[in-house]
Each structure stands twice: as structure tokens, then as C-alpha cells.
């Protein structure tokens, strides 16, 4: 199992966010959370990325508790996070965001075989070189997002609302990015609201609302379940 919460609780003060969350995710495969706004689904990614301490519980990658681990050990484990409104640095270059993503590693060649990697995956970053960061279209700074992010060569790369503020065919085009990370090795697992693009990549798919795990499952199977269309429609 490459990732593994159990009974995992989080509160913010007095306030209860999750509470006893159970997840699994297999190596190699995609696996969507879902639910409304507030539901408590960034405080999964923020739990297991060590941005927020956990009240009970415990989280587990590739067999090792994470939990209580500070977020530099997290990153070198294998996990990288892809944030919520993707949190670029707007001043800096497309260049400079990149190999910020990189921060951890040392080994000079394999970043640059890396960054060889996200050109490929995304040819308009190269173009975009030299711009700055804030310049970029939407669309193009979640390109920058994402590549920042595999630049730190992760096993786990966590999304946390991609498709937001994306128009319907970049949303498609991020679909098609999403599975080929997936196919070069990376799994993924995305908090998302977009129906369409979670029944189109992921396998698995739980269901959290007002803290709670509360249904589970292959999303195709799901997608007609009033919890789901909840999550969805909020």
C-alpha cells in the first residue's frame, strides 16, 4: 500500500475538520476525494502533506508513518502537492518556479532531465521561459503548477482542485495531463469538484461530508448515488 490513513482527526482550535478519516491508495493508481466546499476535503492534503497536525490517528506512505513529520522529510519521501489556486511565485519566472520545485534535490542531472520531462509534458512552459509567473493565462500557470511540483520527483503527486477557474477545454486537456503522469509512474490523488474530469481519471473515489468519510468506491459505479451528486453539486 503506497499511502494510508487511518482514523485520522484534525481540528482547527476547538473546530473539528476531519474526523476518523480511513483512505488507501494503491501504488500506481488515481484516487479522487470529493465533496462540497468546506467539506474537509484540502485538510486531507494539508494532514498528509504535514501543513496541519493531526489530533488522532495515523498516516502511512510506502509502509512508514509520515505523521508528525515536518514537510521538507514529507517531500523527500515522494509526495508533492499541487495547491489549491496553484500558489506561484508571480514575480518570479516560469524558470525560477521550476527549479524552486527542485529545492530538495542535489543531483544536478536528474533535475534536468526532469525539467526535460515537464517541456515535454507542457512545450508552452518552455516558450514561456523567461516570463514571469503572474503573466501566464490560467490555464498555463496550472501547467507550471503541476510541473513545479513533479520537479521534486515524487511517487504521490496530490492535487487539490485543478480544474478551478479553468474554462471546459483546458479542463480536458488537463484530464489527458493527469493520466499521462499517471502512466509515467507517478499516482495521483485529486481533490476535485469537476464531475467530468474525476469519472474520467480516477478508479477509486471517496466521498467525505462535514468531516466525514461517507461513502466509498469505483466512481462509475457511484456517480447515480445522492452522496455523490451532493458532493458535486454541493
Do not use: W
Not at 503522469?181 to 478508479?203: T, Y
Amino acid at each position: 500500500m503506497l499511502l494510508e490513513l487511518r482514523d485520522v482527526s484534525v481540528y482547527y482550535g476547538t473546530a473539528m475538520a476531519v474526523t476518523d478519516i480511513s483512505l488507501k491508495q494503491e501504488e500506481g493508481s488515481i484516487v479522487s476525494v470529493i465533496g462540497a466546499n468546506g467539506a474537509g476535503k484540502s485538510t486531507i492534503l494539508k494532514s498528509i502533506n504535514g501543513l496541519v497536525s493531526i489530533h488522532s490517528g495515523t498516516i502511512e506512505f510506502d509502509g512508514k508513518r509520515i505523521d508528525g513529520s515536518g514537510t521538507d522529510a514529507i517531500v523527500k519521501a515522494g509526495i508533492a502537492c499541487v495547491p489549491e489556486s496553484r500558489k506561484l511565485f508571480p514575480y518570479m519566472t516560469v524558470q525560477s518556479n521550476l527549479r524552486l520545485g527542485a529545492y530538495l534535490r542535489k543531483d544536478k542531472q536528474g533535475i534536468q532531465e526532469d525539467l526535460e520531462r515537464v517541456f515535454t509534458l507542457f512545450p508552452r512552459l518552455k516558450e514561456r521561459l523567461k516570463q514571469k509567473a503572474g503573466s501566464l493565462s490560467g490555464g498555463e500557470q496550472q501547467m507550471l503548477a503541476i510541473g513545479r511540483a513533479l520537479m521534486s520527483k515524487p511517487r504521490l503527486l496530490m492535487m487539490d482542485e485543478p480544474s478551478l477557474g479553468l474554462a471546459p477545454i483546458v479542463i480536458d486537456t488537463l484530464a489527458d495531463t493527469i493520466l499521462e503522469i499517471n502512466r509515467g509512474g507517478v499516482s495521483v490523488l485529486l481533490v476535485e469538484q469537476n464531475a467530468g474530469l474525476v469519472s474520467r481519471v480516477a478508479q477509486d473515489c471517496y466521498v467525505i461530508e462535514v468531516g466525514r468519510i461517507v461513502l466509498e468506491g469505483d466512481i462509475k459505479d457511484m456517480m447515480s448515488n445522492d452522496s455523490v451528486r451532493r458532493a458535486f453539486l454541493g
